[in-house]
């Protein structure tokens, strides 16, 4: 595509927060929430420079996070994909703001967000039309766990699994987007591409199916105060795991994937099927307070929850409920405040839409 031919308009991007495992779903389920990363690009700009600029309009929730496209992750994404393709640079000018309201490193897929913003900002800007699942394989080239990424493109409540899990191609293929020698204009902060071109990830990296959900259950997200990096949170896991917690796992996951989607929901036997032996009980030193919160919140004490686990790699603790919600998220903030965890609560529901990209109205 000649850069005459790329579309140039305004657009927003919106990508939903997303909650991973649900209990025993390690790393294959995922929960897309009314939560939004959305990317604006307000004004139309006539320079023909192709580059792109980023602000953040609440910086307060966003501290650390780097303003250098050649530093950031959504534009450092944006960029792989764009190099994948055969663009040397930007195609077209963009300045880009940001509206992030999704915690940072607290388990509410904050990462998984900001890849699917940068694939889906390349395919704005260089007008590549690619279908969704090609969407996702260029996601699951940075995001090598599939729950999140599924759940904040597609939406909804999202069974996915790799298709390949040679962890050793897997580095491979990031070393394109996060090593990629492409050296950086320090005047204009612009990329400018290395020799080789990454790695274009093989087509269908994954497969995934929507899972039914029932209409009133929302999500009570207790949200502690401190970072927990996924990387982190992933180091403290086993490599190996026994038969008998294969089994405990396997058995939970294939009724929970039924029971969240009945009309009328079973609490005990969605809190049962939530319960894990594949992360939670390595992560529960990381998250004061997690054990006791998952022990004593069950629905025979709790009116109107169904069911409660780590958000993804934590810090986060996920509620499923169907009434009492600000009770509910009380209760679990007192019990953090035990072990002097400062938390906020939202609650939240789940969205089926997805991530989206719209034509919005620009100023010039
Ligand atoms: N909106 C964003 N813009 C740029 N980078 C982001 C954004 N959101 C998250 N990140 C990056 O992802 C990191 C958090 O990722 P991770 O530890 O996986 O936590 P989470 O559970 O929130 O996904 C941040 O430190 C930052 O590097
Ligand atoms: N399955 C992953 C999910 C990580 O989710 P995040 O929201 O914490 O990035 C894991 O449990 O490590």
Request: include cysteine; charged fraction near 15%.
């Amino acid at each position: 595509m000649t850069i005459d031919s790329v579309p140039d308009t305004t657009f927003e991007i919106k990508v939903p927060a997303t909650s991973a495992n649900i209990g025993p779903g390690f790393d294959s389920l995922g929960l897309a929430f009314s939560l939004y990363l959305s990317l604006h690009n307000p004004t139309l700009c006539a320079v023909f420079d192709r580059s792109v600029t980023l602000e953040y309009t609440d910086p307060q929730n966003n501290q650390g996070l780097p303003l250098r496209p050649s530093q950031n992750l959504i534009t450092k994404t944006a960029w792989y994909v764009l190099r994948c393709h055969g663009y040397l640079a930007f195609p077209r000018f963009v300045a880009i703001t940001v509206t992030n309201p999704i915690p940072l490193s607290r388990g509410l897929g904050s990462s998984g967000a900001a890849v699917v913003a940068g694939v889906l900002l390349a395919n704005e800007v260089a007008g590549l039309n690619l279908p969704k699942d090609r969407l996702l394989d260029f996601a699951l080239a940075i995001e090598r766990h599939p729950d999140n990424v599924s759940a904040a493109l597609l939406g909804g409540f999202v069974a996915s699994y790799l298709r390949d899990d040679d962890t050793a191609s897997n580095t491979k293929a990031l070393e394109g987007p996060f090593q990629p020698n492409d050296k950086i204009n320090s005047h204009t902060d612009a990329f400018a591409p290395s020799a080789v071109a990454p790695r274009m990830p093989p087509s269908q990296v994954s497969r995934h199916v929507s899972l039914p959900w029932s209409a009133g259950i929302r999500a009570i997200t207790v949200i502690p105060q401190f970072q927990l990096s996924t990387a982190k949170a992933r180091a403290v896991l086993p490599q190996t795991y026994s038969r008998a917690d294969l089994v405990y796992n396997l058995q939970r996951l294939a009724v929970l994937t039924h029971a969240l989607g009945q009309s009328s929901p079973d609490a005990k036997l969605i809190h049962e099927a939530m319960s894990d032996r594949s992360h939670q009980p390595y992560r529960a030193d990381l998250v004061p307070g997690l054990q006791v919160l998952l022990t004593t919140m069950v629905p025979d004490t709790t009116p109107g929850l169904l069911g409660a686990c780590l958000s993804g790699a934590g810090p986060t603790v996920l509620i499923l409920a169907n009434d009492h919600f600000e009770a509910i998220a009380q209760k679990a903030c007192t019990i953090f405040a035990e072990y002097n965890v400062a938390t906020k609560s939202l609650i939240l529901d789940v969205i089926q839409d997805g991530s989206t990209c719209k034509p919005c109205s620009a100023t010039q």
